[in-house]
């Protein structure tokens, strides 16, 4: 493999919705180098960091039919039984609940859980809480797919959060998704939640670290007991 080869693995390609930002970046670093050298520093390391917030890798996701494959880079924060947003006009029954909380640092590219067609899309204005607390599944801003799958519906959920301000779609009502393609990035920390038949068992625990495209977190077409998880 030659330099060039080893350099270009190396460089994490940038999702388009972040360029107006580092333009942004950019422009107020140099502004800034010329008023004080120091706030050009700063500035640029402010740059730097809109660049590797936007990042967008490629990710190996399994294909098999039942795999639940997690939506987003994050920490699991929430494995629990609740009722499904109203907007996407499922039965008011509580499902499985996975909640995937990102910090400002993971990557927000949001990948389809499974594949299917999406029965129901709807976007909910609402309030900008802290996303880790249960509530904001219910009260923050969202935006809500029901996404048809050959072994039953899932829910996913997009919540912004106390910095997360605007949820991008890259799909619409009646789309076909495949399982780890991208349907969505919101900016600058924020939640997805997954909603599953409570027949299905989740194969993560809360506190595990979960990655978009690849890591499963549940597998619909298995009828194994539900596990149980230890930190060590």
């Known amino acids: 493999m030659s330099l060039i080869d080893s350099c270009r693995k190396l460089i994490v390609p940038i999702h388009k919705e972040g360029y107006?930002?580092?333009?942004?970046?950019?422009?107020?670093?140099?502004?800034?180098?010329?008023?004080?050298?120091?706030?050009?520093?700063?500035?640029?390391l402010i740059t730097l960091w809109i660049c590797y917030f936007f990042r967008d890798p490629i990710r190996i996701t399994p294909q098999r039919e039942g795999l639940v494959i997690s939506p987003a880079d994050g920490r699991?924060?929430?494995?629990?039984?609740?009722?499904?947003?109203?907007?996407?006009?499922?039965?008011?029954?509580?499902?499985?609940?996975?909640?995937i909380f990102m910090n400002v640092f993971d990557c927000h590219v949001n990948r389809a859980p499974v594949s299917g067609t999406i029965l129901k899309m709807?976007?909910?204005?609402?309030?900008?809480?802290?996303?880790?607390?249960?509530?904001?599944?219910?009260?923050?801003?969202?935006?809500?797919l029901a996404i048809q799958t050959p072994a039953g519906i899932v829910g996913v959920v997009q919540i912004a959060g106390l910095i997360a301000r605007r949820i991008v779609p890259f799909v619409k009502q009646g789309d076909a998704l495949a399982t780890g393609e991208r349907f969505g990035l919101?900016?600058?920390?924020?939640?997805?939640?997954?909603?599953?038949?409570?027949?299905?068992?989740p194969l993560v625990g809360e506190g595990q670290t979960a990655?978009?495209?690849?890591?499963?977190?549940?597998?619909?077409?298995?009828?194994?007991?539900k596990r149980s998880f230890r930190m060590i």
Do not use: C, H
Request: charged content about 15%; hydrophobic content about 50%; proline content about 9%.
């Open 186 to 201: 919101i900016r600058f920390g924020s939640r997805v939640d997954v909603y599953l038949p409570t027949s299905v068992q």
């Open 122 to 144: 709807a976007y909910t204005p609402g309030l900008f809480l802290n996303a880790e607390l249960d509530k904001a599944s219910d009260d923050n801003e969202r935006n809500a």
């Open 211 to 225: 990655i978009a495209g690849e890591t499963v977190l549940a597998d619909m077409s298995a009828t194994e007991p």
């Open 76 to 99: 699991v924060s929430q494995v629990a039984l609740a009722v499904p947003p109203p907007e996407l006009e499922l039965p008011a029954e509580p499902m499985t609940r996975i909640s």
């Open 20 to 44: 107006l930002f580092i333009a942004i970046g950019v422009a107020a670093t140099i502004v800034l180098g010329q008023l004080w050298s120091p706030f050009g520093w700063v500035g640029a």
